[in-house]
């Protein structure tokens, strides 16, 4: 406890909180819609064909087709929401990273 730097701690607080809170909301709001259209296209030719089996609507080739493009399409945006999600992650860790370094003191070697 010792090692902190208090102003650097008071500073990097106030900018999580003002700043960065707004844009990492917003990222993270970017990335869960993502995720939610992978996973709901992805799914669609599966709900699909439960409600044509249980009876709830006619059967129909263009719900049919668009239903499987919608498939195609899901399964093209899967390693790309993937690939977002590592890099915001590693992104975030190294920002946590450099929060530690900012209010943590180095001890200075010369000083002994």
Do not use: C, H
């Amino acid at each position: 406890m010792k090692n902190i730097n208090y102003f650097a701690l008071f500073g990097v607080i106030f900018f999580n909180l003002v700043l960065f809170s707004g844009v990492a909301i917003a990222v993270a709001g970017l990335l869960f819609s993502l995720w939610t259209i992978v996973v709901s296209f992805a799914v669609s030719p599966i709900l699909l064909l439960l409600s044509n089996v249980i009876g709830l609507q006619p059967f129909s080739v263009l719900q049919t087709v668009f239903s499987v493009v919608l498939l195609f399409i899901g399964m093209a945006l899967l390693p790309l929401a993937v690939k977002a999600t590592r890099y915001l992650g590693a992104l975030f860790m190294k920002y946590v990273e450099y929060n530690k370094k900012a209010i943590y003191k180095v001890p200075d070697a010369n000083a002994i």
